[in-house]
């Protein structure tokens, strides 16, 4: 039930594609949906999160859709640059909680 | 100031040293973590400070001590380590009211215990 299950495990898309990045959940408990990227050898750096109260939310090239009723959340970047080359991890929790469910990480390629 | 600052950057360390890892938020945060990431993996939870408090311990063994001196500093100290504690160190703060699970991460500190 605390599970984030995340996919794919790892993506390549050519620059300018449309990588999507999906998420699970089991606990409805949840309320916060954060997306983070990695570079290798840094520390992870909120991107966009979202909560429950609506269905999608956009910065800059990246946009969070949520979708309540199937229990599922999916990172979008559009316009991908190779700049974009990170790993990304999607995560959960509960308002009155300080922690977050991590999802696996995603290790997305943006070719040139 | 939307930084969180970690020190040292690297550390290289035998079974029987002792030392500490270093971090600093000025963003007015009153909750502080630590975490502890292996490769290709999610962080992984130890420690959470509220209000200066440890709110949260994650079954951490004892050879890692938190410290929180005051709401701008933690303090990781390290005694005892084994090979199998390399990894990255990561510091994070978050607010303690409104939007208090938005964590902001430092950089990290890279450690190697030999």
């Known amino acids: 039930q605390q599970q984030v299950k995340q996919s794919p495990q790892s993506l390549i898309v050519q620059k300018g594609g449309i990588p999507i990045i999906n998420c699970a959940y089991e606990n409805t408990a949840f309320d916060y949906f954060p997306w983070y990227q990695q570079f290798p050898g840094k520390g992870p750096a909120l991107l966009i999160a979202i909560r429950p109260d609506v269905s999608e939310k956009k910065e800059g090239r990246f946009t969070i859709s949520f979708n309540k009723s199937a229990k599922q959340f999916s990172l979008h970047i559009m316009d991908s640059q190779p700049g974009d080359s990170a790993t990304y991890f999607c995560a959960a929790s509960r308002d009155s909680n300080y922690q977050l469910i991590w999802g696996a990480g995603t290790k997305l390629i943006i070719k040139p | 100031d939307t930084e969180v600052t970690q020190t040292p950057k690297h550390l290289v360390m035998g079974m029987t040293n002792k030392k500490s890892l270093k971090c600093e938020q000025h963003m007015g945060h009153r909750a502080m973590y630590w975490y502890k990431q292996k490769a290709k993996k999610p962080p992984e939870l130890m420690f959470v400070y509220s209000y200066e408090k440890l709110s949260i311990n994650e079954s951490v063994p004892s050879r890692f001590s938190p410290e929180c001196p005051n709401s701008s500093l933690l303090n990781l100290h390290l005694h005892a380590l084994q090979p199998e504690d390399s990894a990255l160190y990561l510091c994070?703060?978050?607010?303690?009211?409104?939007?208090?699970?938005?964590?902001?991460f430092g950089p990290g500190t890279r450690l190697t215990v030999l």
């Open positions: 994070a703060s978050s607010p303690t009211k409104v939007n208090y699970n938005e964590q902001f």
